[in-house]
């Protein structure tokens, strides 16, 4: 038997083992054409027509040109390098519309050793989405999606996550997805507020109390540590405990074994840690301030979450699916000019002071439209020449469009300067004008 005809029995046989697997899978070459896709990747993005000989970048992003070429990553181009497996987050068109998913892609060797395949696992990534009328974490700039990956990799294993983000970025929200992307998902989320706690009520709430422990403990109380049995225990504001009450939670963490208030008999915890805290931790244990072995502890897997200020690309997107939420009955739509205010704010507050924004704003306008004036304290210092000058009510998406092409005709501005201002990486700020010009 030739070689040809070796090379078409192993490609033969290698198409017929992926599409008895149920997890959607493609084959591809050097040159990311695809050489064959399972059943499970047709149905998941919706496929009737021939797939082989198209370009991965093609059917997945309606790209021309690779990922990389386009602001991505391209896990192929990056495997092709290193010689070994790729794993990255990226946003695919599907039937439903766009759509996060994990992209593991391996590498296959032939007799000689070299590379003569590629096989792209691709898995739908159910805690977040990229469409405004989702309830869940939504978004789809570089930023957010790097917190994605992480919380991709982070949640299956049971390492204890550090969630370390600004007021208002959504912590308990991340700590939800750590949770419901993990192995103990059937089980309970529990989440206490460390701030404040007392040392008799951090102990009371976390450990429980048996009857009699004090005056007023008619009963015996389960703690959430016990309540968070097969499940997550998520500690908001653990920056906020307590020097005194840091060995408690320490003690807990590193023996797995815990004492009601008043009991004697140790129990046994179990349960997956995960802290949040907006303070710096690295500055106060060098403060002394908080136990540096408690940090080491509860540092495992650190995840930053980015402020609205860095992901302003999101902002549009964000803010359509925070006004589904905050006036469902009404179909509110934001006034270019009023996008131009809000792009150009800082947001202190971040998503959760966007949402009291936008909540405000839906009470003070009487239509379905959103103006500039329904935004006082953000738009009333703003001159009219800063906002966009797109007219009429028009799709969010069409708004960051006309406003991406506005903002490129400014004078006397960089694409670097641009890309900072508009909190974007210059690589997607090109894949964003690149796709325009596309469509022009």
Same mark, same amino acid.
């Given at each position: 038997?030739?070689?040809?005809?070796?090379?078409?029995?192993?490609?033969?046989?290698?198409?017929?083992?992926?599409?008895?697997? &149920?997890?959607?899978?493609?084959?591809?070459?050097?040159?990311?054409?695809?050489?064959?896709?399972?059943?499970?990747?047709?149905?998941?993005?919706?496929?009737?027509?021939?797939?082989?000989?198209?370009?991965?970048?093609?059917?997945?992003?309606?790209?021309?040109?690779?990922?990389?070429?386009?602001?991505?990553?391209?896990?192929?181009?990056?495997?092709?390098?290193?010689?070994?497996?790729?794993?990255?987050?990226?946003?695919?068109?599907?039937?439903?519309?766009?759509?996060?998913?994990?992209?593991?892609?391996?590498?296959?060797?032939? *007799?000689?050793?070299?590379?003569?395949?590629?096989?792209?696992?691709?898995?739908?990534?159910?805690?977040?989405?990229?469409?405004?009328?989702?309830?869940?974490?939504?978004?789809?700039?570089?930023?957010?999606?790097?917190?994605?990956?992480?919380?991709?990799?982070?949640? &299956?294993?049971?390492?204890?996550?550090?969630?370390?983000?600004?007021?208002?970025?959504?912590?308990?929200?991340?700590?939800?997805?750590?949770?419901? *992307?993990?192995?103990?998902?059937?089980?309970?989320?529990?989440?206490?507020?460390?701030?404040?706690?007392?040392?008799?009520?951090?102990?009371?709430?976390?450990?429980?109390?048996?009857?009699?422990?004090?005056?007023?403990?008619?009963?015996?109380?389960?703690?959430?540590?016990?309540?968070?049995?097969?499940?997550?225990?998520?500690?908001?504001?653990?920056?906020?405990?307590?020097?005194?009450?840091?060995?408690?939670?320490?003690?807990?963490?590193?023996?797995?074994?815990?004492?009601?208030?008043?009991?004697?008999?140790?129990?046994?915890?179990?349960?997956?840690?995960?802290?949040?805290?907006?303070?710096?931790?690295?500055?106060?244990?060098?403060?002394?301030?908080?136990?540096?072995?408690?940090?080491?502890?509860?540092?495992?897997?650190?995840?930053?979450?980015?402020?609205?200020?860095?992901?302003?690309?999101?902002?549009?997107?964000?803010?359509?699916?925070?006004?589904?939420?905050?006036?469902?009955?009404?179909?509110?739509?934001?006034?270019?000019? *009023?996008?131009?205010?809000?792009?150009?704010?800082?947001?202190?507050?971040?998503?959760?002071?966007?949402?009291?924004?936008?909540?405000?704003?839906?009470?003070?306008?009487?239509?379905?439209?959103?103006?500039?004036?329904?935004? &006082?304290?953000?738009?009333?210092?703003? *001159?009219?020449?800063?906002?966009?000058?797109?007219?009429?009510?028009?799709?969010?998406?069409?708004?960051?469009?006309?406003?991406?092409?506005?903002?490129?005709?400014?004078?006397?501005?960089?694409?670097?300067?641009?890309?900072?201002?508009?909190?974007?990486?210059?690589?997607?700020?090109?894949?964003?004008?690149?796709?325009?010009?596309?469509?022009?």
């Amino acid at each position: 038997m030739n070689e040809r005809a070796m090379a078409s029995d192993s490609l033969i046989a290698l198409t017929s083992y992926l599409d008895a697997l &149920p997890e959607p899978r493609i084959l591809l070459d050097g040159q990311y054409r695809i050489l064959a896709a399972n059943a499970a990747y047709r149905r998941e993005f919706g496929l009737t027509g021939p797939v082989a000989g198209r370009r991965c970048f093609e059917v997945s992003h309606h790209f021309t040109r690779p990922c990389d070429e386009m602001g991505e990553s391209c896990p192929l181009r990056a495997s092709h390098r290193s010689g070994g497996p790729q794993r990255v987050l990226h946003v695919h068109h599907t039937p439903r519309g766009e759509e996060h998913v994990d992209v593991e892609l391996t590498p296959l060797r032939g *007799a000689t050793g070299e590379i003569e395949y590629y096989v792209e696992l691709i898995s739908p990534v159910r805690d977040a989405s990229a469409r405004p009328e989702s309830q869940m974490m939504v978004g789809r700039s570089r930023a957010f999606n790097q917190m994605l990956s992480l919380i991709g990799r982070v949640a &299956p294993s049971d390492a204890a996550v550090l969630l370390l983000g600004e007021s208002g970025t959504g912590k308990e929200m991340v700590a939800r997805a750590v949770h419901e *992307a993990s192995a103990r998902a059937a089980g309970p989320f529990v989440a206490i507020d460390c701030s404040g706690l007392t040392e008799s009520l951090f102990e009371s709430e976390l450990f429980g109390y048996e009857k009699g422990a004090f005056t007023g403990a008619a009963r015996r109380k389960p703690g959430l540590v016990e309540i968070a049995a097969g499940g997550t225990l998520f500690l908001d504001e653990v920056g906020d405990i307590p020097l005194a009450l840091q060995v408690k939670l320490l003690r807990l963490l590193e023996t797995g074994t815990y004492r009601r208030v008043g009991g004697l008999e140790p129990l046994r915890a179990d349960f997956r840690f995960v802290g949040a805290t907006h303070r710096d931790l690295v500055r106060m244990v060098a403060e002394e301030t908080f136990r540096k072995d408690l940090y080491y502890r509860i540092s495992t897997f650190p995840i930053r979450l980015p402020p609205l200020r860095e992901r302003l690309e999101d902002l549009p997107l964000l803010a359509e699916a925070l006004l589904k939420r905050v006036s469902p009955a009404r179909e509110m739509q934001l006034h270019p000019d *009023a996008l131009g205010c809000l792009v150009g704010y800082d947001f202190p507050g971040n998503i959760r002071e966007l949402r009291n924004v936008l909540e405000r704003a839906c009470l003070l306008a009487d239509g379905s439209l959103i103006l500039p004036e329904h935004l &006082p304290g953000i738009c009333a210092e703003r *001159a009219p020449a800063e906002l966009s000058p797109m007219g009429g009510v028009v799709p969010l998406a069409q708004m960051e469009d006309g406003y991406l092409r506005w903002a490129s005709r400014q004078p006397d501005i960089t694409r670097k300067e641009l890309a900072a201002r508009l909190g974007l990486s210059e690589r997607t700020l090109f894949r964003k004008m690149a796709r325009l010009r596309n469509e022009e």
